[in-house]
């Protein structure tokens, strides 16, 4: 289909359109190797000539059926109406040696008819970000959406960054996005939200998603035991074994929470956590503004357009989670797949999912055998008043010893890289602080080695700090991709210490926090 007038798009889950993107030159940047070998991709496939030209979207891909995604979305609160996939272009799915699917996506490969009034192309800028942390969170251990390649056009797009009427031409890119689905709660928002005559596609689409990415639910018999009593009486009892759709919903409110908490974990903020945004996989998806703590502050956010009510800043993350669930359930409720109390009993879950994960991660952290409600209240308040980086305090902690015997005046030694400028009450605060944890420390049993072994691996030494994703993206679009590849190497082992890499673990340089690094807007 080659109508790209921009339009409501009716009784229909995506729309055929081919990219029409137009191109002068492609050139691959940079591509996953781990992204590859899910797909069966030899590396050679990557030195072809018509493989930039391929994945630029300006030569189609051979029995490919390219389509955008139809998706609604509340967006800051708000119902949005449909939304869509403005730059987005699915070339297919593939079904790799072990039968598992994978689709590809190009994002920045031209107009659909859901671009509204925008152009449908991506700048190097943010494709940039995208490839580098859809990988960095892969490694990290975050669920997220893959990125196999990076290309640029060789064509230029104007942008107004700043949103002060000064657009300027930035190079042009796109980055092939890879997901088991691209599938978000918006998927199925678009068409509840349009009545009775389309409650039927939400039905449809639902027993699609749960065929091929929840295979187990169609199955499911009394005796896998998912029975819950939410009250008392009678008709207090969710029976998730005699509603596959009840037992989806529950499934999706677990994968999110978990995925909440693992952002909280290393300190990621998403930026955009609009319906729209939110996988029904639980994958981290669509990168637009985002960023990694570095001073640890819980009302931080990458959005510039999220800066006066900061309804997605860090620590808003979990309620935004639950508060998206709940616009979820209203949906697949109004398709009348799940009733009132299956509904409550997803969010309930959702909440016992979340705490479980999040305290068993900052237990990990901290290295410690159970979780301490206080120790880590009383920690994450320090930090926020000295504004203490949170991927390097947490990387340092591993050194501290349990010996109770250590000199007050040294406890605080291991962590000095990170206590910067405190006065002398902030000290006692913090020696106060580390006494406790020593305590609870030395009554484990554990050795402080097998303790930092253990610490580090869940405390990443090296996180995609946007300064560095800056300072790549600056020398890219002088055409130095050299710095993409390195970041790109150095995180695909966060959790290792990598010797000459040092200076990827460093605090943000003072340039860092000037206008335009890390603060995006949506449409970037």
């Not at 509904?343 to 705490?355: D, I, L, P, Q, V």
């Not at 305590?439 to 996180?463: F, T």
Request: charged fraction near 25%; charge should be negative.
């Amino acid at each position: 289909m080659t109508d790209l007038v921009p339009r409501e798009v009716l009784h229909a889950c995506y729309t055929r359109v081919s990219p029409s993107i137009e191109v002068e030159n492609p050139q691959l940047v940079a591509w996953s190797h781990s992204v590859a070998e899910l797909l069966d991709l030899d590396s050679k496939e990557f030195e072809r000539p018509d493989f930039p030209v391929i994945f630029s979207g300006a030569l189609p891909l051979v029995r490919a059926m390219p389509y955008a995604q139809c998706y609604g979305g509340h967006q800051f609160g708000m119902w949005a109406g449909q939304l869509g996939d403005g730059r987005a272009i699915s070339l297919g799915e593939v079904l790799n040696s072990k039968s598992e699917r994978w689709e590809l996506q190009l994002k920045g490969a031209g107009k659909t008819p859901y671009s509204r009034f925008a152009d449908g192309l991506a700048v190097l800028r943010s494709s940039i970000r995208e490839f580098l942390c859809s990988e960095a969170m892969h490694s990290l251990g975050i669920p997220t959406t893959r990125a196999l390649c990076l290309v640029t056009t060789g064509n230029y797009v104007a942008r107004d960054m700043f949103y002060d009427g000064n657009p300027k031409d930035e190079p042009g890119a796109i980055v092939c996005r890879v997901a088991q689905s691209f599938l978000r709660f918006g998927s199925y928002q678009i068409h509840a939200s349009r009545g009775k005559e389309d409650l039927d596609i939400v039905r449809t689409l639902a027993d699609y998603t749960i065929h091929h990415h929840f295979p187990h639910l169609e199955n499911i018999s009394k005796s896998d035991s998912l029975s819950f009593i939410t009250g008392e009486g009678d008709d207090s009892v969710v029976d998730l074994t005699s509603n596959k759709y009840a037992a989806w919903v529950v499934g999706v409110a677990e994968r999110t929470a978990s995925l909440v908490a693992r952002w909280q974990g290393v300190g990621f903020t998403h930026g955009v956590l609009n319906t729209d945004n939110m996988s029904v996989l639980g994958l981290t998806i669509d990168y637009g503004p985002f960023g990694f703590l570095d001073a640890f502050d819980p009302s931080y956010t990458p959005n510039t357009t999220d800066l006066p009510g900061r309804r997605y800043c860090f620590a808003n993350q979990p309620d935004i989670g639950l508060w998206n669930i709940a616009q979820f359930t209203t949906t697949l409720s109004a398709a009348k797949l799940i009733n009132d109390k299956e509904a409550n009993y997803a969010m309930e879950r959702y909440g016992t999912k979340f705490m479980d994960e999040y305290q068993a991660i900052m237990t990990r952290k901290l290295g410690l055998q159970k979780y301490n409600k206080q120790l880590i209240s009383e920690l994450l308040k320090n930090m926020s008043v000295d504004k203490v980086d949170y991927t390097n305090f947490f990387r340092l902690l591993s050194n501290i010893k349990a010996d109770p015997t250590i000199p007050e005046d040294e406890l605080l030694i291991p962590l000095k890289a990170v206590l910067l400028d405190i006065g002398k009450e902030r000290k006692d605060a913090w020696t106060s602080w580390v006494q406790s944890y020593i305590q609870e420390l030395s009554a484990n049993d554990i050795s402080d080695e097998e303790r930092k072994i253990s610490m580090n691996s869940v405390n990443p030494k090296y996180i995609l700090r946007n300064y560095l994703c800056q300072s790549a993206i600056d020398a890219a679009e002088q055409g130095d991709f050299e710095e993409v590849h390195r970041l790109l190497k150095v995180m695909e082992s966060p959790y290792d210490d990598q010797p000459g890499m040092e200076k990827y673990a460093r605090l943000p340089p003072a340039w860092a926090y000037r206008p335009g690094v890390g603060m995006l807007s949506c449409s970037s």
